[in-house]
């Protein structure tokens, strides 16, 4: 039986997009409904061609998630890029950390990408890049006019399922354009996309790349909670604590109080970015009383 991904889920449909490189179009079976499992965008599937003419198919099957993203909702991502404006608008850094800790929780590898840099004037870039290259992300940058970065954005796309994220106005989907143009496949794919105006309701949507892969675009967020970290676990998801804690007096040491702390002596030798570590203090803060808050 063909095996495939669903690219997109409206009303009932997906869209699966089909190894032999077709787009069929499925229901799931009501078995699934029975056992209470929902299809997601993202889920690697077995289904039946029912018409193929027509290209209507059946799910029969959905391989067991790798993960699970829950905005936008996706699964199977294994790759976040998360997008940063040098300018325009200011970057919210609380957001980007926000975003990598949720990543690094879920074990999904990230590259934060400085876009715009076609804005900066003070020199915010470096220090940017300065600060998540030394907590061991790859970094790169890009303006819509440069090629480099972005050529090192597409290869690292290749075979993964990766989610654009980031504040809005930063330049996600500026990007998705870009890639899409240059690499998405232009068959059953182009069409969809022209008629995806028709569509009020932007479900979630994988886009294919002719390379392999996947990538998908998501709406610039506000804000964005965390969901099941709490406030001792926090410091797990800051990989470049990790080298440092060897040099704490306390095992348990969360970093902010304790005397003889690795981590801070880390920061004051500016090993560790201080802005992430501030950050990390305000968010560990922030997750504490919304704990408290909660058993009270
Ligand atoms: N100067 C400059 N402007 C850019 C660059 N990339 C995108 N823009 C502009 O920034 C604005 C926002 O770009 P989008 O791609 O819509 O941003 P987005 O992240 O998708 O925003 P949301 O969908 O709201 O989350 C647009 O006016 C783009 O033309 C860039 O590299 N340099
Ligand atoms: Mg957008
Ligand atoms: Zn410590």
Redesign the pocket.
């Known amino acids: 039986m063909p095996a495939g991904t669903i690219i997109r889920g409206i009303g009932g449909f997906y869209y699966v997009a089909s190894e032999d490189g077709s787009i069929v179009e499925c229901k799931a079976r009501g078995i699934f409904r029975k056992d209470m499992i929902t299809p997601l965008t993202g889920d690697r599937v077995i289904f039946s061609m029912i018409d193929p003419v027509r290209k209507k198919g059946s799910i029969d099957k959905i391989e067991e998630r790798s993960t699970v993203l829950v905005r936008p909702a996706v699964a199977n991502v294994n790759q976040i890029v998360t997008?940063i404006a040098a300018k325009?608008p200011e970057p919210d850094l609380m957001l980007v950390d926000k975003l990598l800790v949720t990543a690094q929780e879920k074990g999904i590898r990230t590259i934060v990408c400085i876009?715009?840099?076609?804005?900066d004037e003070k020199d915010n870039i470096a220090q940017l890049r300065r600060a998540y290259a030394i907590a061991g992300y790859d970094v790169i940058e890009?303006?819509?006019?440069e090629t480099d970065g972005f050529n090192e954005l597409k290869s690292l796309l290749k075979g993964h399922v990766t989610v654009l994220a980031?504040?809005?106005?930063?330049?996600?989907?500026?990007?998705l354009n870009r890639i899409m143009d240059t690499l998405v496949m232009k068959t059953g794919e182009l069409s969809d996309r022209l008629n995806r105006g028709k569509h009020t309701t932007r479900s979630v949507e994988l886009l294919r790349l002719e390379e392999g892969g996947f990538v998908v675009?998501?709406?610039?967020f506000s804000s964005f909670e965390l969901s099941g970290i709490t406030h001792p676990e926090l410091k797990y998801f800051y990989p470049e604590f990790a080298e440092y804690i060897h040099d704490c007096r306390f095992k348990g040491c969360s970093h902010i109080n304790e005397p003889d702390c690795g981590v801070k002596r880390a920061v004051e030798d500016r090993q560790i970015d201080g802005g992430r570590y501030d950050r990390y203090v305000e968010l560990h803060a922030l997750l504490k009383l919304e704990e408290e808050s909660k058993y009270k």
Do not use: C, I, M, R
């Open positions: 997008v325009s876009n715009k840099t076609d804005l890009t303006n819509k006019q980031g504040q809005s106005g930063v330049g996600k989907s500026t990007l675009d998501t709406p610039g």
